[in-house]
């Protein structure tokens, strides 16, 4: 909860600041969310090559390892599908860019933000941190009443960081694995899936 309160009020400040005109001209005419997309990017590289038992769950768990960030992806989209048809003002393809950020809300959203709009760079940064919290705040409950796997796939990417305690402690150690590699996978599908939502996907 710690991390997600300090980007949520990193956040904040950053709205009040900019609102009130606080911000260096030079910060804004730079771009800066481009530059903190490319470091993003890089330390997302470094963080997954840096853990070498990426390949040692792969030839462990097998196949069946990468059926469960399927369901998630599946889950997540159907999800998006569904409340399509109550949420006016923003298209099939936005809400489905938005989530297939996955809980990785400081990539989805600067990406968002970069090819599309601020407003749904707003919204995927919201959606996603709330997606973060839920699985903080009920992964027991999520156990209780869906099973191990399930806050593992509501975490989304996060389950390889910031939520990965509240599962091994809700779900059990033996599933630490489990949520890294689902982690890991989405991780690495975050930047391809909400680049093809906002560029290819009709």
């Known amino acids: 909860m710690i991390n997600s309160l300090k980007i949520l009020l990193a956040f904040t400040m950053g709205v009040l600041l900019g609102y009130a005109g606080w911000i260096p001209g030079f910060v804004i005419d730079t771009n800066p969310g481009k530059y903190a997309l490319y470091a993003l990017m890089f330390l997302v590289g470094v963080s997954i090559g840096a853990d070498h038992r990426s390949l040692s769950l792969i030839r462990e768990g097998g196949f069946r390892l990468f059926l469960i960030p399927v369901a998630t992806i599946s889950g997540t989209f159907a999800g998006v599908l569904l409340m399509a048809n109550f949420i006016g003002g923003v298209s099939l393809r936005e809400g489905l860019a938005v989530g297939a950020g996955f809980g990785y809300y400081s990539l989805s959203s600067i990406m968002i933000t970069q090819m599309h709009s601020e407003a749904l760079g ?58 890294l590699f689902h982690g890991i996978v989405l991780t690495i599908l975050v930047p391809l899936l909400v680049a093809f939502m906002l560029t290819a996907f009709i």
């Not at 796997?149 to 779900?171: E, F, K, V």
């Open 122 to 179: 707003v919204v995927a940064l919201l959606s996603n941190v709330i997606r973060e919290i839920i699985t903080l705040v009920m992964a027991p409950l999520m156990v209780l009443w869906f099973g191990k796997l399930a806050p593992i796939s509501a975490a989304g990417a996060t389950s390889m960081d910031t939520t990965l305690p509240i599962i091994t402690s809700a779900a059990g150690k033996e599933f630490a694995i489990i949520a």
